[in-house]
């Protein structure tokens, strides 16, 4: 058989492993027979639904950082266009036959799809199931054999830190795409203040500083008004 006559929808449907695959907006869009497995939720319920809608927060539980840290990591994938390996994550879901949550342990990881130019067009949100690890490793810590969970604990910790580390390094990407953003805005504003009064790039942008200063106004909002007119620069006389 070529690769050309494969079936991938089928090869995707086959596959062990819970897939999601969510638009740039999360929408979800595609989703394996293994994902309605380890969620009792069929595809049809929730195509063309927002995954945080519904893969909401436990209500239960006030230290929920599931939706947080997801979203976090998807956001990173789009901003950086590679794939991202979340720590375990406690992420509660839904049983169906009972309406309450439950508890589930996740190792999940975020992939990006690219389309014909590049740009991220699709992500791929991977998962394996860990809450049988998880609970199994709480039973054995209540044991008075302390030393049988030596070399978990140490897992356990680094586990841990790996997830301070990620959440510093995602803070740092958000921080980074802000300072894009601002630089994108600001520079347009330039580059319509020295069509607008024929001023090279050094005037025009020691315009905006200054009608910044004298507002006191950060950079970007100045900007920002200008493009959607609502600023009325004047360069000096």
Do not use: C
């Not at 956001?75 to 991202?84: G, N, P």
């Not at 998962?127 to 049988?148: F, N, P, S």
């Not at 910790?157 to 958000?174: I, P």
């Amino acid at each position: 058989m070529t690769a050309a006559a494969l079936n991938y929808e089928a090869l995707f449907d086959a596959t062990p492993t819970p897939y999601l695959v969510l638009t740039p907006d999360f929408v979800i869009v595609g989703m394996n027979a293994a994902r309605e497995r380890a969620t009792g939720i069929r595809r049809e319920e929730i195509i063309g639904r927002d995954i945080f809608e519904v893969f909401p927060d436990n209500p239960r539980d006030p230290t929920a950082t599931g939706v947080q840290n997801l979203r976090a990591s998807l956001e990173r994938v789009l901003a950086t266009k590679r794939s991202d390996t979340m720590p375990m994550q406690k992420y509660d879901v839904v049983d169906p036959t009972t309406g309450e949550f439950v508890v589930r342990w996740w190792s999940p990881i975020n992939v990006p799809v690219f389309d014909d130019d590049g740009e991220v067009g699709l992500l791929i949100h991977r998962v394996t199931e860990v809450t049988e690890w998880m609970q199994a490793r709480t039973r054995r810590q209540q044991t008075v054999d302390v030393t049988l969970d030596e070399a978990d604990s140490d897992l356990y910790t680094r586990a841990q830190e790996l997830h301070a580390a990620w959440m510093q390094a995602t803070s740092d990407v958000e921080n980074f795409r802000d300072a894009m953003q601002s630089q994108r805005e600001i520079g347009q504003a330039v580059g319509m203040q020295m069509a607008k009064f024929d001023l090279d790039s050094e005037h025009a942008f020691a315009l905006l500083v200054r009608e910044s200063q004298h507002r006191n106004i950060k950079l970007r909002i100045i900007a920002q008004e200008y493009r959607a007119g609502r600023a009325g620069l004047q360069p000096r006389q």
